[in-house]
């Protein structure tokens, strides 16, 4: 693997040991004389972030995943903006709205405000466990860009991630994985794996690599600069009716 190119948090020693053997509920989805296993776990996504504003990168990278991986729905979970922490350019409810626009036209993908409506900081450990108490007996699925895996040695329980979900890392321009990133001994790149079980793997996603970033997407609003291939349409004219670009 390549060297990683930014700057990340190191990686700290965790027991795996600790992180229980994913329950093997099931064989392959699709069985060798053709036919579906019915008592397979479904697959469900979790995609959090700012998405101050969604763009194409998250939604293409993110759409990318919906089959390779059998998804049954990945819900997509703005941040919320609490009031002691810097401000977001947008305001929880638009960046809510906004993933809703963008999302229209995959029924696979829908917007889940748990976070936007709490007025807290949402940290990721309880948005999983707040999942796993809802889908018990499914497969679920933490999916991240690259630079948020990286980061994660630093966010909140996140030793106690792999307990609830498995997790999903896509790619991003300018990001690699590091040979020393966190979690190694639970990284598979058997899919299966991750379709057969409730939790515990990490693995790297082929997914469409899409260099856009919501820092550039709000410096080019600020300046006026079209949007058309960054932005999906629908986002762009609720940015534009509602006159948001004239935040500071
Ligand atoms: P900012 O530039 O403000 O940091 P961002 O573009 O990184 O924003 P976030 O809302 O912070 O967007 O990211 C939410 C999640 O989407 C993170 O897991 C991040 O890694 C991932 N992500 C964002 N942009 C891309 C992209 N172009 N390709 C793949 N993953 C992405």
Redesign the pocket.
């Known amino acids: 693997m390549a060297l990683l190119r930014r700057t990340i948090a190191q990686p700290v020693s965790i027991d795996w040991t600790s992180i229980p053997n994913p329950g093997e509920k099931c064989g392959p989805r699709i069985l060798e004389n053709g036919e579906s296993c019915l008592s397979q776990p479904d697959l469900i996504g979790i995609?959090?972030?700012?998405?101050?504003p969604?763009?194409n990168?998250?939604i293409n990278?993110?759409a990318s995943l919906l089959d390779e991986f059998y998804f049954k729905t990945i819900y997509l979970l703005p941040s919320s903006t609490p009031p002691h922490r810097a401000p977001t350019f947008f305001t929880a409810e638009d960046r809510l709205k906004m993933v809703e626009l963008a999302i229209e036209n995959y029924a696979r993908l829908k917007a889940d405000d748990r976070e936007s409506r709490s007025g807290v900081v949402s940290y990721t450990i309880d948005t999983l466990i707040s999942f796993r108490s809802q889908f018990p007996d499914d497969s679920l699925a933490f999916?991240?860009?690259?630079?948020?895996?990286l980061q994660m040695p630093g966010w909140k329980r996140w030793q106690d991630y792999l307990h609830y979900a498995h997790i999903i890392v896509?790619?991003?321009?300018g990001y690699d994985p590091a040979d020393d990133a966190w979690g190694q001994d639970c990284v598979t790149v058997d899919k299966a794996q991750i379709l057969n079980s409730t939790a515990g793997r990490i693995y790297y996603a082929d997914?469409m690599?899409?260099?856009?970033?919501?820092?550039?997407?709000?410096k080019k609003l600020k300046a006026g600069q079209n949007l058309d291939s960054e932005i999906p349409g629908p986002v762009i004219n609720y940015i534009r009716t509602k006159q948001l670009y004239a935040h500071t």
């Open positions: 995609f959090g972030g700012t998405f101050d969604i763009h990168g998250h990278s993110v999916i991240a860009g690259m630079d948020a895996f896509m790619q991003r321009p997914s690599l899409v260099d856009i970033s919501s820092t550039v997407i709000r």
